[in-house]
């Protein structure tokens, strides 16, 4: 018997606070530079780097949390049957965070106990454990921290089922996921849905992101002899072509267990020849989570965080101590920095299923990297054919457009607002299994309803936080038009309108828009944005005047942003103002100088100032927005012994004697997120 319901559930965890309200524009070479060492072959080089440049409006950054945890009550749906058990957070991206296999009582994933947002993610707030589900743009998603909705759906044979799904507002796609588990079934089945209902290809990604325990006998396989992975043997991250299992960059150990990187490791298999792509992840016992899918969803990917120091840190910075994890990836690209062309009109799917394996233990941790795949392979085809995962394919694709028997999770109104927009025009139809109620629509929204059916958006105090942007071009047309008349112009508009040329790449539009609002009204937000026109140019002297007169109007008004005091103080260091900078930061309110990235600043300012009093201080403190691979807070700590030795030599130390004081004086563990330790 399969059944559907909702459960609280306590853990410990913190709250994400209110999302940045300074708009982060995408990056002006959209396409991002990948470095190719030689072996990697012409075919797997196509649409590597294209449009995977950092993006993330019209989101807003997710980066006021701290490490300071309490018991939250969460909304869980489970979805079980006499074999399994799915529990699924709706309002964390819909993470499914617990996958039971009732007969041994087994946690078929890395569960984490806790919820820890850590600035691995677009938006900065990721968390880590279970399965996440990313859509849109490479770096994880866009809804990874935030709510979806969720609706109950009926199996092929009556049985409940879960639809969770969304409008995802950067490349104006619509995504869903249908989760069956019929009675009886071993396998927790997903069926996956994105639909393209514009007239324009747009670029998209898609990888399902499974954490699994990490473990000295775990051994991931796929099927498939070759992969890309990751060579620094140049000090460069450079995608490389090489034989499974031993890479030059292991010192020719086997890649497949985890525990022989020394360094934070990814690699990608490439199983371009097989009918049934599927991952797995098994134990000493030949026993583990796999997961199969239908030839869309092809391609395979092993990620582990290194048996190193900084490896280490980010293990337990995640999760409490003594649980390591592991992720194993399942996309539509051959690499998360290949990008991918989803073409108008264009409607996909795919089935991906989840599962306990129990394979030939021997055989699978055979040194016969053939041996142990088939083995694997052998095992899964005896459970399920590519013939199968086409037949439930078909079925579930067929009910993907019958409608829910209930919404039973809302999410934002961004969804209903784009139907409300749609609603009249000749443009194509969004499939009919997307139902936003116009009951989510709330005040974030009522702006641009206002544009909408009113042709003008309205004005609001310019010391208030301007809310969330919206950059999409059927917006952006409306705003332009609704300018054109000048009882409808307002600073607040043209603020609007400014972020939305600028990321279009119109920066001489965005400069002029910008200008008028100046001329209307100042706000430090117009400000803000000018001083974002100017660091593009290289200006900094304007860049400072700029971001100066947005952090007088802000301080003046009493508001104090944390997100323009931080872009203030970090101007000011660049500038090599540390004085000022200490100024800046004695007249913020002490909530603020509290906040992590303002601390971290703090620590550079006290540096250059020669206070290393201070500077000890700022190092004794656990950060909880320090970005993967971010090296400031070890940095800090290196030049604070350099500086030290300095005062007991005459010359200068050159790098030799740097060299020296790294390996005496390593960065205690709690700061050092280092990805290779050097």
């Known amino acids: 018997m399969t059944t559907l319901r909702i459960e609280p559930l306590s853990m410990p965890g913190v709250r994400l606070g209110d999302e940045n309200p300074l708009p982060h524009f995408r990056n002006r070479v959209s396409d991002r530079p990948v470095i190719c060492h030689s072996s990697l072959p012409d075919e797997k080089r196509r649409l590597l780097g294209w449009e995977t440049g950092f993006r993330v409006l019209p989101y807003r950054m997710q980066d006021n949390y701290t490490r300071q945890r309490e018991p939250v009550l969460y909304r869980t749906i489970i979805l079980e049957n006499e074999i399994l058990k799915a529990t699924f ?21 890395a569960r984490n106990p806790v919820f820890q947002p850590a600035n691995l993610a677009i938006r900065n707030a990721w968390f880590s454990g279970g399965i996440e589900w990313n859509i849109g743009q490479v770096g994880h ?8 909705f969720a609706a109950a759906i009926t199996g092929a044979d009556g049985e409940p089922g879960l639809r969770m799904y969304e409008f995802e507002r950067c490349k104006r796609l619509f995504w869903q996921i249908d989760f069956y588990l019929p009675p009886g079934s071993p396998w927790l089945i997903a069926h996956t849905r994105i639909a393209n209902p514009n007239d324009t290809d747009t670029a998209t990604y898609w990888w399902t992101n499974i954490a699994v325990p990490e473990g000295r006998n775990v051994r991931v396989l ?65 026993s583990g989570l796999s997961e199969v899918s239908t030839s869309r969803l092809r391609y395979r990917k092993l990620f582990c965080w290194g048996m190193h120091q900084g490896g280490a840190h980010w293990q337990e910075f995640l999760a409490p101590a003594g649980q390591p994890y592991i992720e194993i990836q399942a996309g539509l690209a051959p690499t998360q920095l290949h990008g991918l062309i989803m073409p108008a009109r264009a409607d996909w799917h795919w089935t991906q299923i989840f599962g306990l394996l129990q394979a030939d233990a021997e055989r699978v941790h055979s040194p016969d990297w053939n041996t142990a795949w088939q083995s694997a392979d052998s095992a899964i085809r005896s459970r399920v054919t590519p013939q199968k995962m086409l037949e439930m394919d078909d079925i579930y694709g067929q009910r993907s457009d019958l409608p829910a028997t209930e919404i039973i999770h809302l999410s934002s109104g961004w969804g209903a607002l784009e139907m409300e927009r749609r609603s009249g025009r000749a443009e194509p139809p969004v499939p009919v299994s997307f139902v936003f109620p116009k009951s989510t629509l709330g005040a974030e929204q009522a702006k641009w309803l206002a544009l909408l059916r009113g042709g003008y958006l309205p004005e609001q105090p310019a010391f208030v936080s301007p809310g969330e942007w919206m950059v999409q071009d ?7 038009a609704s300018l ?26 965005a400069r002029t828009a910008w200008q008028a609002s100046i001329q209307m009204k100042p706000s430090a937000w117009v400000w803000r944005n000018l001083a974002v026109l100017a660091q593009l140019q290289d200006n900094e002297s ?106 007991q030599a005459n010359p200068p130390l050159d790098e030799e004697a740097k060299a020296r004081i790294r390996k005496l004086h390593p960065p205690p563990a709690h700061i050092d997120f280092r990805n290779i330790s050097k």
């Open 542 to 647: 304007e860049t400072l005047d700029f971001l100066t007169r947005a952090w007088e109007l802000d301080s003046l008004s009493g508001c104090f942003t944390l997100a323009l005091a931080q872009e203030y103080l970090k101007a000011l260091c660049a500038a090599k103002q540390f004085t000022q900078a200490q100024a800046v930061y004695s007249v913020l309110p002490l909530t603020l100088q509290k906040k992590d990235r303002i601390q971290i600043l703090r620590g550079r300012i006290a540096l250059e100032l020669d206070d290393l009093e201070a500077v000890k201080q700022v190092l004794k403190c656990e950060y909880a927005i320090i970005r993967e691979g971010e090296t400031e807070l070890s940095d800090i700590w290196f030049e604070m012994w350099y500086r030290r030795s300095q005062a």
């Open 484 to 509: 054109k008349d000048t009882a409808k112009s307002n600073w607040f508009a043209w603020l609007h309108l400014g972020v939305m040329r600028l990321e279009n790449f119109n920066v001489d539009g």
């Open 141 to 148: 998603t866009f809804t990874t921290c935030a709510p979806l």
């Open 89 to 109: 957070l709706p309002d964390l991206g819909g993470r499914l965070i617990s996958l039971v296999h009732k007969p041994g009582n087994r946690e078929l994933l």
């Open 474 to 480: 059927e917006w952006r047309d409306l705003l332009e």
């Open 222 to 286: 796929a099927p498939a002899r070759k992969a890309i992975y990751a060579d620094f043997s140049n000090d460069d991250y450079e995608l490389a072509f090489g034989d499974l299992p031993n890479f030059p960059t292991l010192n020719g150990q086997d890649a497949t267990y985890s525990l022989n990187a020394d360094f934070a490791n990814e690699f990608f298999f490439q199983p371009d020849e097989t009918d049934l792509p599927w991952e797995a992840a098994l134990d000493e016992n030949g």
